[in-house]
């Protein structure tokens, strides 16, 4: 039995080509040259953690621009513990928070002078 040097696919003895890449069969190889599939069992490939905090500050500051600021402010310390990830969702959700909440306390004031609410 002999292997592909170039996929590590098993070939049959009499191969000249392999049926796997295409490549030719240079040499007899009696070990597969990719014996090792920890690629494909890191965690981080298939279970990498999600920093939804992030996600829903985002969101948040659209719809309720204290919720997203409190939640994005999460967001931004969980990404510290994941490696940055979600960091820039989390920013933008404390910006966007910040910046709806200034333009709607200008807006409150505009109608309390037209209004004379005050």
Known sequence: MKYCRHCGAQLADDDNY????GKPIEEK???????DHSYYEDKT????????AATLGFIFSFVSPIVGLIISIIGLNKSRRL????????IAGIIISILSMVISFFIYMYYLEIYGLE
């Open 18 to 21: 392999c049926y796997f890449c």
């Open 29 to 35: 190889i009696e070990q597969p040259v990719f014996q």
């Open 45 to 52: 490939l298939y279970n990498r953690e999600t920093n939804n």
């Open 83 to 90: 490696n940055g990830l979600g960091r820039g969702k989390a």
